[in-house]
C-alpha cells in the first residue's frame, strides 16, 4: 500500500510574520470557503487558516494508479450554489445519474431508501403484521427523545426492523438507536417524517392500489468532482479567491485563540494573525479548547475509508450502495467505476465504515471483514484488492440522547466569545449536503452583518 501521510512542507518564511486582517476564518472547508466568499464581497479582508494542505474539508480525494477515490463526498446538485459563486466550476464537474440501492437484511438489493412497494413483495403475514404495528404506533404515539422511539412510532417495529433501518442506525453510531438522539433522524432521515404524513402515506396507497411504484427514481442527473479528484476543484476555488484578495495559511495548526480588548489573536504554527472578528468552521470542540480551554462533552463519529478494486460487481447495477444488512461494519460503498468508467478492465469503489470511538482503527482487519460479510452477501467476485485507505476525523457529529443542551451550550459559549462559528463543524449539525451548509453559513453571516466591523474603523 501507498504511504497515507503528506509531504512534510518547508513554512514559508514571511507566513511566520504576525499579519492583520479584518476576519480570519478558521477552516478551509465548503463552509468556511463560503464565508470567505462572502465577507470579501463585503469588502473585508480575509486570511483562512486550515491544518490540512489543501482546501475542501471533507471533500477529499486520493489518486492511486489509474484509480481516483474519495473518503467523502460524491454528489452535488445541479444548482448547487457553488458553481454559481465560482466561474468554471460547473463545467468540470460532470453530470451522472445517481443510482442508489440497499442491502436489505434478508440479502436482496433495494430501493434505497425505501419503497413501499418493496411491502408488496414481503410474505403476506408479515404484510399484515406490518400494517397492524404501524397503524397502533401511529394511534398511540408516545415520546419521541430517541431515533428508535421516531422511527417506530413513524413505521412500526415491523417494517423498522425488515427494512433494515434499525441495523443502519446502529452500524452507523456503534450504538442501538435507543441511545441515539431523535436529532439524527431530523437531520440524516427526513425522508421518514415526509414519506410518513397523512397525505403522502394516502399517495402511496393510491400508486399501489394502481400498481405503481411509489417513489420515483431521480430521472436527472447530478454532477460529480472532477475525475482526477476534488483537488483540481478546489485548487480552483482557491485560486479565484485569492485573486480577490483572501489569503490562505494552509497546513497551520491553530494553537490558541486568544481576545486582546476588541480584537483576536489568533496563533497558529505559521505565526500569529490579528483580527477584529473570528469565523469559526473547524469543530466546535476545537473552539471550545482553543478559545476557553474548555471541553464540550460531545461525541463524533471519525470515518474509516477502504479504497478496493475488483473485477467484477455482481448482483448490483448501481453506483451507490447502502448496507441495510444485518451483517457488517460498513455503511455505504460507491463505485467511481459506474461513474468514471472502469480502470485496467476493473471496477473500483470507496467502502465507508464509521468508527467506534474506542475500537480498532486497523484498516486490513477491516477489509478482512468486508470480504467476509460480501462473499456472504454475494455481491462480489473473489479477487477484491485493498489499495489504501483514509481515516476522516470528525466525519459525524454523534447525536447522543440528550446532547442537543450541550451543543446549544458549547455554541452559546464560542458566540459569548466573539467567535461566529458556521457550518457542520462549527455548529456540531449534520447538514448532509454542502448546499445546506452554504445556505446555513450565508444565513448566520447575514444575520451577523451588523456586528463584523473593519479593524481600522472604530466601533
Ligand atoms: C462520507 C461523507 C459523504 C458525503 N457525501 C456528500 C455528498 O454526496 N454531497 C454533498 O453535497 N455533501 C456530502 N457530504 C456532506 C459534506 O461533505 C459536508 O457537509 C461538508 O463538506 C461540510 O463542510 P464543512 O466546511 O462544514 O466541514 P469540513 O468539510 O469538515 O471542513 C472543516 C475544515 O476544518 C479543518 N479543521 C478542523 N479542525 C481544525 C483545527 N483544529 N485546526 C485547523 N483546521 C481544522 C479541517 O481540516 C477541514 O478542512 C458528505 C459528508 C461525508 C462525511
Redesign the pocket.
Known amino acids: 500500500m501507498n504511504d497515507v501521510r503528506p509531504p512534510v512542507r518547508a513554512i514559508p518564511v514571511d507566513t511566520l510574520c504576525e499579519s492583520k486582517c479584518d476576519v480570519v476564518v ?7 470557503l463560503t464565508a470567505a466568499y462572502e465577507l470579501q464581497r463585503s469588502g473585508l479582508s480575509v486570511v483562512m ?4 494542505e489543501e482546501c ?4 477529499r480525494s486520493r489518486n492511486i494508479g489509474p484509480y481516483t477515490f474519495d ?6 446538485e445541479p444548482t448547487h450554489p457553488m458553481f454559481d459563486m465560482f466561474d468554471g466550476i460547473l463545467e468540470t464537474c460532470q453530470p451522472v445519474l445517481r443510482k442508489q440501492g440497499r442491502i436489505a437484511p434478508d440479502g436482496t438489493v433495494r430501493h434505497y431508501p425505501f419503497a413501499a412497494s418493496e411491502f408488496l413483495t414481503w410474505p403476506l403475514l408479515l404484510q399484515l403484521r406490518g400494517i397492524s404495528s404501524l397503524l397502533t404506533r401511529r394511534l398511540h404515539a408516545s415520546g419521541q427523545e430517541s431515533a428508535e422511539a421516531f422511527c417506530l412510532s413513524r413505521l412500526g417495529h415491523v417494517i423498522y426492523e425488515y427494512s433494515g433501518l434499525k441495523y443502519y442506525i446502529a452500524r452507523f453510531h456503534h450504538a442501538p438507536a435507543s441511545e441515539i438522539d431523535i436529532l439524527f433522524c431530523e437531520k440524516r432521515m427526513n425522508f421518514i417524517l415526509e414519506g410518513t404524513r397523512i397525505p403522502a402515506m394516502a399517495r402511496t396507497m393510491w400508486r399501489l392500489l394502481r400498481g405503481r411504484s411509489t417513489l420515483p427514481q431521480r430521472t436527472y442527473p447530478l454532477r460529480v468532482r472532477p475525475r482526477d479528484g476534488f483537488g483540481a476543484l478546489y485548487g480552483a476555488i482557491r485560486t479565484q479567491l485569492e485573486n480577490k484578495g483572501v489569503s490562505f495559511r494552509l497546513g497551520a ?2 494553537l490558541e485563540l486568544a481576545r486582546e480588548n476588541r480584537e483576536f489573536r489568533v496563533k497558529t504554527t505559521h505565526g500569529d494573525i490579528v483580527a477584529r472578528n473570528v469565523v469559526g ?3 466546535l470542540e ?1 473552539m471550545c479548547q ?1 478559545a476557553l480551554g474548555e471541553a464540550t462533552g460531545l461525541e463524533k463519529i471519525d ?1 474509516l475509508t477502504l479504497f478496493i478494486s475488483v473485477s467484477q460487481i455482481e448482483g448490483f447495477e448501481g453506483n451507490v450502495l447502502f448496507n441495510f444488512h444485518r451483517l457488517g461494519e460498513w455503511k455505504r460503498l460507491t463505485i467511481y467505476s459506474r461513474i468514471y468508467g472502469k480502470a485496467k478492465e476493473r471496477e473500483y469503489f470507496s467502502v ?1 465504515i464509521p468508527l467506534a470511538s474506542d475500537g480498532s482503527r486497523d484498516a486490513l482487519a477491516a477489509f478482512r471483514n468486508f470480504c467476509r460479510d460480501v462473499a456472504q452477501m454475494g455481491i462480489f467476485s473473489k479477487d477484491l484488492v485493498l489499495h489504501d485507505f483514509d481515516i ?1 476525523e ?3 457529529p454523534f447525536y447522543r440522547k440528550g446532547c442537543g443542551a450541550k451543543i446549544s451550550d458549547a455554541i452559546g459559549r464560542i458566540e459569548t466569545f466573539g467567535i461566529i462559528p458556521v ?4 455548529r456540531f449539525a449534520y ?5 445546506l ?1 452554504i445556505e446555513s453559513t450565508r444565513a448566520i453571516l447575514t444575520e451577523a452583518a451588523t456586528r463584523l466591523r473593519k479593524s481600522n474603523v472604530p466601533p
Open positions: 478558521l477552516g478551509c472547508g465548503i463552509a468556511g487558516v486550515d491544518r490540512a475542501g474539508g471533507s471533500h473518503s467523502g463526498s460524491v454528489f452535488f495548526r491553530v468552521a473547524i469543530t476545537s482553543l470515518l465507508e476522516l470528525d466525519a459525524y457550518g457542520r463543524q462549527g447538514l448532509p449536503v454542502s448546499a451548509v
